[in-house]
T-cell receptor, first 114, second 116 residues
């Protein structure tokens, strides 16, 4: 079974600084997709960034980037120039190539300190 | 707004009552998913529809739970004889079946169920 582990229940960062959220996963598949979702308080989850396992290049979306280490089964999210609006729960998710369901981690609550 | 919508946003019920939630996916998406999220946890998969066909069901979906998508558009999730352990946020998501290999899912705001 696929499992996704987020070992940091809570993180904090000073506004304008950089923070990295960790995620590891367990799978025997070679082809899969990884995602980071953001869930602001009382608001719906939105996709932050995504990565295909067979692409070696790390995905980047503006201030958000990932460090994908396939051999280590690690998929960390780096947020640069943190803003107050980045405060939210962040969930790492996995989907195998031939499946439809997402497997989510337990989330990391990010606080941005002004 | 053409995002995923869910109704109601909040539901309080007494143990033993039946409840029904509705999800309206993004109109061009033919895949629809239900997840349950309890406090301090990530969403857990419940079931998946492609058009009107229910193709996957989690073991979490006990026989008190039933989901339908009769015309391949909106979906309903019914919980019969609710128990306090059913208290959770119920999330709906949708995705297109073509156009992207990611099959990324777009989530609704959720229905928060409280069973007293």
């Amino acid at each position: 079974a696929q499992t996704v582990t987020q070992s940091q229940p809570e993180m904090s960062v000073q506004e304008a600084e950089t923070v990295t959220l960790s995620c590891t996963y367990d799978t025997s598949e070679s082809d899969y997709y990884l995602f980071w979702y953001k869930q602001p308080p009382s608001r719906q989850m939105i996709l932050v960034i995504r990565q295909e396992a067979y692409k070696q290049q790390n995905a980047t979306e503006n201030r958000f980037s990932v460090n994908f280490q396939k051999a280590a089964k690690s998929f960390s999210l780096k947020i640069s120039d943190s803003q107050l609006g980045d405060a939210a729960m962040y969930f790492c998710a996995y989907r195998r190539n031939t499946g439809n369901q997402f497997y989510f981690g337990t989330g990391t609550s990010l606080t941005v300190i002004p | 707004d053409t995002g995923v919508s869910q109704d109601p946003r909040h539901k309080i019920t007494k143990r033993g009552q039946n409840v029904t939630f509705r999800c309206d996916p993004i109109s061009e998406h033919n895949r629809l998913y239900w997840y349950r999220q309890t406090l301090g946890q990530g969403p857990e998969f419940l079931t998946y529809f492609q058009n009107e066909a229910q193709l996957e069901k989690s073991r979490l979906l006990s026989d008190r739970f039933s989901a339908e998508r009769p015309k391949g558009s909106f979906s309903t999730l019914e919980i019969q004889r609710t128990e306090q352990g059913d208290s959770a946020m119920y999330l709906c998501a949708s995705s297109p079946s073509s156009g992207t290999p990611y099959n990324e899912q777009f989530f609704g705001p959720g229905t928060r169920l409280t069973v007293l």
